[in-house]
């Protein structure tokens, strides 16, 4: 078509409603063409500003883009995320390859973009964030969704239009590598912090997407991909509910499937979970992406299909819309299915309405859309010129990276020793004393990508704990002894940290993980722990540095956590930080010298004993210690918990009724008061208890929860006002219900520490509730 005759085409036509455009379009096109929508190819932006060139991968074939791109292309696959450019010339050459896929294919619709941003955007020289598992421990979902716009708006600035999180499994086994990914073991805490994070990326304009549908972290033994063997009642309670509250609340555009199979139906192939619960009760719009690779795996690993075709013909007709990263069963393969008879045309169809709709929504099918991102700065005329400097660490940035570490670090430990006194002499002991990788995840680019081009530099600052220490306290001798590697069992370096140690007045020992892929490292996807026990020799650095009678404060810097021997009781202190990300360091050594007042709660229980797996707060009453296994699950330090450097009261609980209907509610108020002399943050905890049910419940699960910030004596009323709704539980016929009989609301500082409680009846019939239930307690009073 010409350009004047593109222009005149009924889905140009912005007059038109989006469904009479979408079907203009889907009427219009080809089989080959309709299937070009349905794929991504994997590229690389070009470092010098032309154009991608396609990623080849072992999981692939050769992709010839002149082969494709004249019937049209579906999506980019990380063209900033898979290897490090400069990110003004990434812009450039995304902007010139765009401008080619648009001129190819004879409607003019380019490629939509997508990248991932778990903790940040994965991109050279961009911010470093955070890891989820650390903003769980903030129990913010306002700064989460702070963060999650900047990432946005960074990600639209370039050209990216889709981002590949957040992560929303719930922890069921610590030993499993990608828990670093997740928000934490309680799926309350995931939903509402990922649907904040949900909304601060769709308000950039940004395509988010929830993973990994569903399952994935319940994997036997914490292995990856390993099968998933839940009850039913299981994945309704525990691990659907998060993405069910992303789905009501966020305005969400994307699901990503999980790689797992749930006894035995991988769920790539599974219609009951991405078509009749997904779309046909939740009411799900947007599309449906493969994780990458999974839909051949479904013929190489799952082994359900015997051709890739029927593994395109399975997923599709299940719902999957987008075949990631890259074109392998979508492409040939499928159109055989359709022209040999085997596969109709329709789920071709259904797929790519969603796909140009969503397209459409983005204004890639736009008269004037234009392939030059607002980053670069220059209109169409410009395309020839250099790029721009852009700049993807701003100051903002790092700003709001710096309260979320702050906010994530866990003080959860303190015999009296920290604040450290400015005085003191330390040793400085640890694999990760004076590495900046022990603030990063697996999903950072340094991490994910930079590991591959060992001889390019970071491209961001990331200070060590060494350099932020000796900045936070700058009159103190600091001495620093490695002692160890990460997961190395050479115990040569030992002498030299005890003797350090006991050349110092007080021990700072900082270990735990490091963060990589597939067995490079200790936390990550694809680095699955056989047992809680810290890794390589780091225990016993640890063990050996206690019994030098030196106090000694332990800093953990972890993608999961880990049971700690002796030091969780004879330690004088213990701070747990999980990747927090480039401005990590100055969080902890502001937790350290006392300028910080610790407000992090765990989000995942730190075990007592290491083989204790799977084992989470969220538990039945047969999971709790007992007289009948000598193995104790209790916990170290259980969900919620957190110390900080002041002292908060709990008092005055009244509950406004105590019998209420079975469809009505209940507010509770209580007061906190900041006791001691420092401002500080209480997070106020509300957990349920069923003491009597029609089938086995959790002890207490988490239902809401309240930050309250507080000056050195003040105090604040906070109330929660708890529909009957939030006790709902699939019963025994499957449907999910609100069931009469005494409750226990438990006011707690953790699922541990349980300050104040009150019973509550519900009174009336079994009353069924579906997806529409309130799903929140209404708080006031917090900060």
Partial sequence: MTETTLNDAPWRDPAETPADRVEALVGAMTLREKVAQLFGVWVGANTDGGEVAPHQHEMNEAVDLDEILPHGLGQLT?????????????????????????????????????????????????????????????????????????????????GVHQGLAPVLDVVRDARWGRVEETIGEDPYLIGTIATAYVQGLEEAGIVATLKHFVGYSASKAGRNLAPVSVGERERADVLLPPFEMAIRESGVRSVMHAYTDIDGVPTAADGSLLTSLLRDTWGFAGTVVADYFGIAFLKELHRVAATLGDAAAAALTAGVDVELPTVHTFGVHLIEEIEAGR???????????????QKLELGLLDPDWSPVPSALGVDRSGTGGSAAVIDLDPPANRRIAAELAEQSIVLVRNAGVLPLDPTLRIALIGPNADTHRAFLGCYSFPAHVGEQHPDMPIGLVIPTITEALSVELPDVDITVAAGCTIDGTSTTGFDEALAVARGADVVVAVLGDRAGLFGRGTSGEGCDAESLVLPGVQQELLEEL????????????TGRPYALGSAAT?????????????????????????????????????????????????????????????????????????????????????????????????????????????????????????PVASVVRPVQKLIGYAR???????????????????????????HRIVEPGDLELRFGASSGDIRLQAGVTLQGETRRVDHTRRLHCEVQGAG
Avoid at 343 to 357: N, Q, T
Avoid at 615 to 643: E, M
Avoid at 720 to 726: C, K, L, Q
């Fill in 78 to 158: 990380r063209p900033f995320g898979t290897a490090p450019v400069e990110p003004g010339l990434g812009a450039l050459s995304l902007m010139r390859t765009q401008e080619r896929i648009a001129a190819a294919n004879r409607f003019g619709i380019p490629a939509l973009v997508h990248e991932e941003c778990l903790a940040g955007f994965a991109a050279w020289k961009a911010t470093a964030y955070p890891v989820p598992l650390a903003w769980g421990a903030t129990f913010n979902p306002t700064l989460v969704r702070t963060m999650a716009g900047a990432i946005g708006r960074d990600l639209r600035s370039v």
């Fill in 343 to 357: 596969l109709a045309e329709d789920f071709v169809d259904r797929a790519l309405r969603r796909v140009l709709l």
């Fill in 546 to 557: 206690l019994a030098t009678g030196k106090p000694v404060v332990v800093v953990l810097l």
């Fill in 570 to 690: 004879e330690s004088a202190a213990i701070v747990q930080g999980f990747f927090p990300g480039e401005e990590g360091a100055s969080a902890v050594a502001g937790v350290l010298s006392g300028r910080i007042n610790p407000g992090g709660r765990l989000p995942v229980s730190i075990p007592a004993n290491p083989g204790a797996q799977p084992s989470t707060y969220l538990a039945a009453p047969l999971a709790q210690a007992n007289g009948v296994s000598n193995i104790d699950p209790t916990a170290a330090f259980p969900f919620g918990h957190g110390l900080s450097y002041t002292r908060f009261d709990w008092t005055d609980l009244d509950v406004d009724a105590g019998t209420v209907p079975v469809g009505g509610e209940v507010t509770a108020r209580l007061t906190i008061t900041n006791a001691g002399n420092h401002a500080g943050v209480e997070l106020v905890q509300l957990y349920l208890h069923d």
């Fill in 708 to 734: 309250v910030p507080l000056e050195a004596g003040a105090s604040a009323r906070v109330s929660f006002t708890v529909p009957a709704d939030v006790t709902a539980f699939t019963g025994r016929n499957g």
